[in-house]
Each structure stands twice: as structure tokens, then as C-alpha cells.
């Protein structure tokens, strides 16, 4: 991949972008709600995809009126970790991506560091970011909120104009349009349902891809 004169900063979410993850992460929030005797109606995991876990639990209370006990929080990660374990792959096409990218890179996530740190490790692509991984759990507000786009390019020493943000969900194209940052929609993860494209163009994505090659050429494009 050439060099970018468009974007000096290319921004990643990690779960549903780089790594495959957002499926197992709505069957591990299914099983724990399960454990404690409320069957979530489907679905409804998927549309807080791309929100911090408490708020995806306050989402779930204000549509269902299901609460968690105190302190089950705590189990979330562990449950998911299991499945990752067994199951997690990186998106298709995104090592090429990476290995040909020749600007900035990070990675901005609504997960915690552990759980960032755990994806990237067991798909292989951990040392394309190096110390460049940025929580939400570092700022007051998570997405739709810029504060962790805005964060992520001050630490990386970019102008919010000159990044890039690669999202799969509507939540992180808010996020990232509010930055004043350029957002690409990415409906390449195994969680995409019919409208998606049409719902991130719809919230500010400048263009959605479903596949890491399509996104090259257009960043090349730009060049």
C-alpha cells in the first residue's frame, strides 16, 4: 500500500472490525442473562453493538425490564473470554490490510483493555498496534460521544481532520463524525443484518465496505 496523503491517522474499532468477536459477544451477554432466569428477546443484544457494557445493560433494563444483580458485571469478560478462546478470528482480509498499511494506526474500542489486548493477541495482529490501543474506560464518555476518537488522535499526535475511523456500528460513526473525523462503515463481521450499509451511511459514513481490499483501493484513491 502506497502512502496516504489524505489520512495521517487510521483508526480502528476492534470488536466487528478487526476481530470477529460481536456474535460471540451477544452469546456470551444471552448465557449470563439466562443465568440469572431472563431470556432476552432476540436481537436485542445486537442493537447496543459498538456502546460500553453498562450501557448496553442499562439498554437492555429500559427495553425489557430486566435488571442484573449487583455485582454480575464481573461475569461478562470471563464468558466471553471462554468463547473467544475457542472461536475468535480476525475479520477476513484484515492481516493483508494491516501488513500494507503505511500511515498511523490505533485502535479505539468500547471494550475494556484486557478484553482488546486478549482479541488482539489471539488473532495475530497485536504487533500491527503495538501500545496504540485506546479504551473507552480512559474517558468520561463512550461512543456516540468523540471523546475517544478525540483522545486517541491527541495521544497519536493527529489532527482529528486527518483521520480515518473504520466502524461497524452506528454508535462509532456518530462518535467519529462528531470528532470531526472521516468514517468509513465496515460490514464485513459475521453480526451484519439487512440495512446495515444503510444505517451507517445514514448516521454520517462517508462510504461502507464489506471487504479490507475494497477500503485499500479507496484509501489509495485518496492518495
Same mark, same amino acid.
Given at each position: 500500500?502506497?502512502?496516504? +496523503?489524505?489520512?495521517?491517522?487510521?483508526?480502528?474499532?476492534?470488536?466487528? =472490525?478487526?476481530?470477529? @468477536?460481536?456474535?460471540?459477544?451477544?452469546?456470551?451477554?444471552?448465557?449470563? !442473562?439466562?443465568?440469572? &432466569?431472563?431470556?432476552?428477546?432476540?436481537?436485542?443484544?445486537?442493537?447496543?453493538? /459498538?456502546?460500553?457494557?453498562?450501557?448496553?445493560?442499562?439498554?437492555?433494563?429500559?427495553?425489557?425490564?430486566?435488571?442484573?444483580?449487583? $455485582? =454480575?458485571?464481573?461475569?461478562?469478560?470471563?464468558?466471553?473470554?471462554?468463547?473467544?478462546?475457542?472461536?475468535?478470528?480476525?475479520?477476513? &482480509?484484515?492481516?493483508?490490510?494491516?501488513? $500494507?498499511? @503505511?500511515?498511523?494506526?490505533? =485502535?479505539?474500542? #468500547? +471494550?475494556?483493555?484486557?478484553?482488546?489486548?486478549?482479541?488482539?493477541?489471539?488473532? /495475530?495482529?497485536?504487533?500491527?498496534?503495538?501500545?496504540?490501543?485506546? @479504551?473507552?474506560?480512559?474517558?468520561?464518555? &463512550?461512543?456516540?460521544?468523540?471523546?475517544?476518537?478525540?483522545? %486517541?488522535?491527541?495521544?497519536m499526535g493527529v489532527d482529528p481532520t486527518r483521520c480515518v475511523v473504520i466502524e461497524d456500528s452506528p454508535f462509532g460513526v456518530e462518535?467519529?463524525?462528531?470528532?470531526?473525523?472521516? %468514517?468509513?462503515? !465496515?460490514?464485513?463481521? &459475521?453480526?451484519? !443484518?439487512?440495512?446495515?450499509?444503510?444505517?451507517?451511511? #445514514? =448516521?454520517?459514513?462517508?462510504?461502507?465496505?464489506?471487504?479490507?481490499?475494497?477500503?485499500?483501493?479507496?484509501?489509495?484513491? %485518496?492518495?
Amino acid at each position: 500500500m502506497g502512502n496516504v +496523503s489524505s489520512f495521517d491517522l487510521v483508526i480502528f474499532d476492534c470488536d466487528g =472490525v478487526l476481530v470477529d @468477536s460481536e456474535p460471540l459477544s451477544c452469546l456470551a451477554f444471552e448465557q449470563i !442473562y439466562a443465568d440469572h &432466569g431472563m431470556k432476552l428477546p432476540e436481537g436485542i443484544v445486537a442493537k447496543g453493538i /459498538g456502546m460500553k457494557q453498562a450501557d448496553i445493560m442499562k439498554m437492555i433494563e429500559d427495553m425489557t425490564g430486566h435488571r442484573l444483580p449487583e $455485582g =454480575v458485571e464481573g461475569e461478562f469478560w470471563p464468558a466471553t473470554k471462554l468463547l473467544f478462546a475457542e472461536a475468535l478470528q480476525p475479520t477476513a &482480509g484484515i492481516a493483508v490490510f494491516l501488513d $500494507g498499511l @503505511s500511515q498511523k494506526r490505533c =485502535v479505539a474500542s #468500547s +471494550s475494556q483493555p484486557e478484553r482488546i489486548a486478549f482479541s488482539l493477541e489471539k488473532t /495475530g495482529i497485536d504487533h500491527h498496534f503495538g501500545e496504540a490501543v485506546f @479504551s473507552s474506560s480512559m474517558v468520561k464518555r &463512550g461512543k456516540p460521544a468523540p471523546d475517544l476518537f478525540l483522545f %486517541a488522535a491527541e495521544k497519536m499526535g493527529v489532527d482529528p481532520t486527518r483521520c480515518v475511523v473504520i466502524e461497524d456500528s452506528p454508535f462509532g460513526v456518530e462518535g467519529a463524525v462528531a470528532a470531526g473525523m472521516t %468514517a468509513f462503515g !465496515y460490514t464485513g463481521g &459475521g453480526h451484519t !443484518y439487512s440495512g446495515h450499509a444503510e444505517r451507517l451511511t #445514514s =448516521v454520517g459514513a462517508r462510504q461502507v465496505f464489506a471487504h479490507w481490499d475494497d477500503i485499500a483501493r479507496e484509501i489509495l484513491a %485518496a492518495a
